[in-house]
């Protein structure tokens, strides 16, 4: 598999070999190159398209596409395309964080409980205990308790955001803490991991080095899965009154305000339904090329 | 009455030949879908919305309202009136005559005991009757003899139609319940879920939070009523879909409360299967102010008297520039449709009481509320809010959650930015909202923000009790665990005065004078923004006939008139 | 692996109770009230008294215990009663009632259990037919049209919601075309094969939202789980030895792939059991999810702990199901 020549090239870092493979893989790059259009696009798109998300300009309701409002206007005749522009920034970022969140704390559970023996039964039933809690009441408990602080810590906005990043990361872990500690009890019994036990490798390492990076697959998988999880368990929160203020446009939401308005002005339900179809489907992409590009089996050949 | 009736039966079969809607039964199924689905068929037990308006196809009361608000015998020859002698002089008791020869759906007579039974049933301490208020006052309920019952009041009565009228106090049978009393009221889940009744359907299959099935009373008092053989009450789902069913696929011939985008419903009617109906009854969209100060930083005395005016909504000429910031007409368009008018008054309807002394509101006028607050003080800051001696116009809005809220939010966050005052909006569950949990900060009655918009109403069409709840002694409280309904914290002892005096005046006109002062003392003084004057929406297929909608009563109230057509 | 299971058994128990104080001290704590959406015509001193005669005076310890004596000694002697028609002791034993329909909720559960099973069991179902050859498919042959296709599909099955697809649906079969009823009749009884086919036409909407997203989800899991093992030096080996093709990935690969993909499976039954909240909204199915977003929002405790505690104990058996199954379809895993 590995070309003799490349056992004489000068050292390099395993990230640029990550980074080589991740090129040729036509998907990814496609898909990472749409995600930083994307995030490019809600970033400075409101410096450039200036009309307020939430200006009512009421004698403009329903509006379909025009000159003055490309994407049409809402009920309220709010302007469409920079609503979806705010909304985009709200929903990736609670996307991405939630799903790093819940991915993080995933990992990190299934890894201590597949790997540690001893830690398996009771992590296992802490996964058992969330995955039978209720959210709802869940998130109705951590708004009682928590809103009023962080709007007073951190404004009504970013107060909101910290919560509900929170409630979704801490209900969304369970899958890929179960799915990583399936595939750690199996990697246990490889040869190259009672290999590495035998030489003496510290569980640290052993774990970074020759666990995580053979776990990636399923991770890669929750991950993608998990931002378009965030993103769409946001809107519900939204729709049952738990989300953010109204005032606060987010691509969820505003798939939900305009379902109704189907028949009605069909344009303004499309736009949002796209921007988080995309925005997932480059997601995975990305996922697919970096999981590739982590295999070491498949890395360079 | 009954001959007319079948005169009328007889005029309609003669005028639609074939469809002979004439007998009962002739006119086959009907489907009713409410979005919220029944929980009981017994209103003691679950006040909600949907539960009395189930059960009143079931059980009836004695006299129910017409859809212009005016009483009508229902199972009694006349309505008790003081002229008549139904009511005594001195207004402590009504006496109610049954009308001969009504029967129960399993066919035994109806009778005063019955409705004693009724009585004592929701008055039993340990039962938790959810319509216990119908019976304030109430100290004795009797019977004269099989056909006469005589209620005692504990003071004088001017409207002593609170037992036994409307939709939310119908009568139970005696025979059925008489196991049921007290505790043991909520473990009778058969006689819950399928009480005998007076009226024209009774229950075959109840499916709690899902479906009812129903069929014609054998035994209804109108022998060629109901038109309909079997019925089938739907819930579930949302008011968007419930409208979708009958006006778009006609798969239901009757929905109810289609609260939704004014433009969606009238694309949906324009399918041509169905027809909106809407009516005006006294729920009014309004705002809350809150006089007390609701910083967190007080602790315990937050949003109390103790703890202080508000720092800003104490000044009326703050309120009043709020007030006439708002484009009523546009909320009531945008939000309602056909079901919402412009209103400045929180007490809009029945006509005899309303007032016309505050119309000043139903304009917008932008210049003049920045006029009135320039003048009162408030100058614009570099961040283009008003503000004095440090005190910034910055205003928490909050309500519970529903789209119509929301947008009327939105635009009224953006009205008042013109004049120079910042809203932050909040909307909360409306189990939270509403529900009055103590330790909850998010109630309604805790009212932890500037401004709370709900809306108000109350049922049948005297405003006694609800034009009360705007006294000191309603002012919710720590001291009464913030039970009240004095949500501005509102204190006039003027105010108290007319309150009393309404409860000791009699005379029709004279009380419509005191309410109506009433009102217009709470809106010059603006303890409250009132919006948009609501009414109910509903649908009915083009097939259906016969539907009347009564805002003051059940919707339901003459499900025995519908025909096919 | 017997001593394992029994093991796992024995410690469910303490967990489950445990879980269940949990979720009582959850609801109990959450601030939504029972009396929350009565119409505002009910006084706030009614509305006290309603909440004392819910016993919501009563400490939480009292109450959870009171549950407890209910849940776990009153009904399955019930059940017990009326399976075998006896009577033991006196026969008049308090339920776990809900506080909105004053019913057993036992009841209730066993009223919307048909509908739930029958939409919610068949889309999972299906979607798991479908997802495993596509799954399967998809990764034999990785980027090729196919592939791209399917995961282009899947995503958007899975990133856009079902309140959006479910309306979707509605509003093109049922409204345009007329083809499907757009409520799911719940008293519809299969007696002929007229009746049949209208059970049939009423679950296809509601079913093929809920299936797409499921297939969606599985069919990823089985994609990356056939791309690992598809690169494993047992595949090489195995066409060196001159096995066909076919054998190699539908006995060797897909049995091994299937691993991790039958924990995703076994640990999504309890939500069929769940129901699906948004979908049966949709759809006005009025099942099991139905009925858990309503005793939410009408801070129905009883109610609400006994279905999210009935869903704890599947949860918890399922896990362990998964756990057993993951030590019989890999034999190098041990537990012991």
Known sequence: MTDVTSDIRPARSQWADVWDQFKTHRGAVMGMGFFVFVCLLVAIGPYLWTLDPNFIDIRAKNQSPSMLHPLGTDQLGRDTFSQVLAGGRVSLLVGVVAMALSLLLGTFIGVLAGYFKRLDGALMRLTDLFLALPLLPLLLVMIMLFRDTLRAAFGPETGIFLLIVFAIGITSWMNTARIVRGDVLALKEQEFVLAAQSIGTPPYRMIMRHIIPNVMSPIMVSATLGIANAIITESALSFLGLGFPSDFPTWGRLLFDSTNFMTLNPERVIWPGLAISLTVLSVNYMGDGLRDALDPRIRGR | ???????????????????????????????????????????????????????????????????????????????????????????????????????????????????????????????????????????????????????????????????????????????????????????????????????????????????????????????????????????????????????????????????????????????????????????????????????????????????????????????????????????????????????????????????????????????????????????????????KDGVRLSILYQTSTNAVRQDTQALVKQWWSEIGVETELKNISASVFFGGDQSSPDTFQKHFSDIEMYTNLFNGTDPEAYMNSWTCAEIPNPGNNWLGSNMPRYCNPAYDALSAELSGTADIDERARIAKAMNDMLMQEGAMIPLVHRGRVSAHSNTLGGVVLNTWDSELWNVADWTRN | ???????????????????????????????????????????????????????????????????????????????????????????????????????????????????????????????????????????????????????????????????????????????????????????????????????????????????????????????????????????????????????????????????????????????VFGGAIITEQVFSINGLGALLIQGIQGADIPLVQTLTFIFAVLIVFFNLIADILYGILDPRIRYD
């Open chain 2, 1 to 387: 009455m009954r001959m007319k009736s079948i005169l009328i039966g007889a005029a309609a079969a003669l005028a639609l030949a074939p469809a002979a809607n004439a007998g009962r039964g002739d006119a086959g199924h009907v489907n009713i879908i409410y979005w919220q689905a029944a929980s009981i068929l017994n209103p003691f037990l679950s006040g909600g919305t949907k539960d009395v308006e189930s059960s009143s196809m079931v059980i009836e009361p004695l006299a129910r309202y017409d859809e212009n608000g005016n009483m009508v015998p229902w199972l009694v020859t006349e309505i008790p009136t003081v002229a008549n002698g139904g009511v005594s002089e001195d207004l402590t008791s009504i006496t109610w005559k049954i009308s001969p020869g009504i029967l129960w759906s399993d066919g035994s007579p109806f009778t005063s005991a019955d409705v004693v039974f009724t009585a004592d049933y929701c008055m039993d301490e340990t039962g938790g009757c959810q319509q216990l208020a119908k019976f304030s006052d109430v100290t004795n309920v009797e019977a004269l003899d099989d056909l006469t019952v005589k209620v005692t009041f504990g003071k004088p009565k001017p409207f002593p139609y609170g037992p036994f009228v409307g939709g939310e106090s119908p009568i139970i049978q005696k025979a059925q319940f008489a196991d049921c009393m007290g505790a043991k009221a909520p473990e009778c889940t058969e006689q819950n879920f399928g009480p005998h009744g007076t009226g024209p359907f009774r229950v075959t299959e109840f499916r709690a939070n899902d479906v009812i099935s129903m069929e014609a009373n054998p035994h209804y008092r109108d022998p060629n009523k109901p038109a309909f053989a079997t019925l089938t009450f739907k819930g579930g789902g949302d008011a968007a879909a419930a409208a979708r069913s009958v006006l778009e696929t006609a798969e239901f011939d009757y929905a109810w409360n289609l609260q939704i985008d004014p433009a969606i419903l009238t694309q949906m009617a324009g399918a041509g299967k169905g027809t909106v109906v809407s009516a005006f009854g006294t729920g009014v969209e309004r705002m809350m102010v809150n006089l007390t100060n609701p910083d967190a930083a007080l602790g315990d005395k937050r949003s109390t008297v103790e703890g202080g005016p508000h720092p800003f909504l104490t000044d009326a000429a703050v309120r009043r520039a709020l007030s006439i910031a708002i484009d009523r007409n546009t909320l009531a368009e945008v939000g309602y449709g056909a079901a919402g008018k412009a209103t400045c008054n929180v007490l809009p309807a029945p006509a005899i009481y309303a007032s016309t002394a505050n119309d000043e509101c139903l304009v917008q006028d932008i210049a003049k509320a920045n006029a009135i607050l320039d003048e009162a003080g408030w100058a614009v800051g570099s961040d283009g809010v008003r503000a």
């Open chain 3, 1 to 271: 692996m017997l001593n394992y299971t029994i093991r796992r058994l024995l410690f469910t128990i303490p967990t489950l109770l445990f879980i269940s104080f949990i979720i009582f001290l959850l609801l109990d704590l959450a601030p939504n009230d029972p009396t929350g959406n009565l119409p505002m015509t009910i006084t706030p001193d009614v509305r006290e008294k309603i909440r004392e005669s819910l016993g919501l005076g009563q400490p939480i310890h009292i109450r959870y215990f009171k549950w407890c004596v209910q849940f776990f000694v009153n009904e399955p002697l019930n059940i017990v009663e009326q399976y075998f028609d006896i009577t033991i002791g006196q026969g008049d034993r308090l339920r776990v009632s809900s506080w909105s329909t004053r019913s057993p909720v036992g009841d209730l559960i066993a009223e919307r259990m048909p509908q739930t099973l029958w939409v919610v069991g068949m889309s999972y179902v299906i979607g798991i037919l479908i997802a495993v050859p596509i799954g399967v498919y998809s990764a034999y042959r990785q980027y090729s049209w196919f592939d791209q296709t399917g995961t282009f599909v899947s995503m958007v099955g899975f990133s856009v919601p079902t309140f959006f697809t479910g309306v979707l649906m509605i509003v093109i079969f049922s409204v345009y075309l007329g083809w499907f009823p757009s409520k799911y009749d719940t008293l519809h009884v299969v007696t002929d094969w007229e009746s049949f086919v209208f059970q049939v036409r009423q679950s296809i909407m509601p079913v093929s939202v809920l299936a797409l997203f499921n297939a969606s989800t599985i069919s990823r899991f089985m994609r990356a789980s056939m791309l690992d093992n598809l690169n494993q030096d047992y595949v090489r080996t195995a066409r060196a030895k001159g096995m066909t093709e076919r054998i190699v990935v539908l006995v060797h690969v897909l049995r091994n792939s299937l691993i991790p993909v039958v924990t995703v499976i076994a640990l999504g039954i309890p939500q």
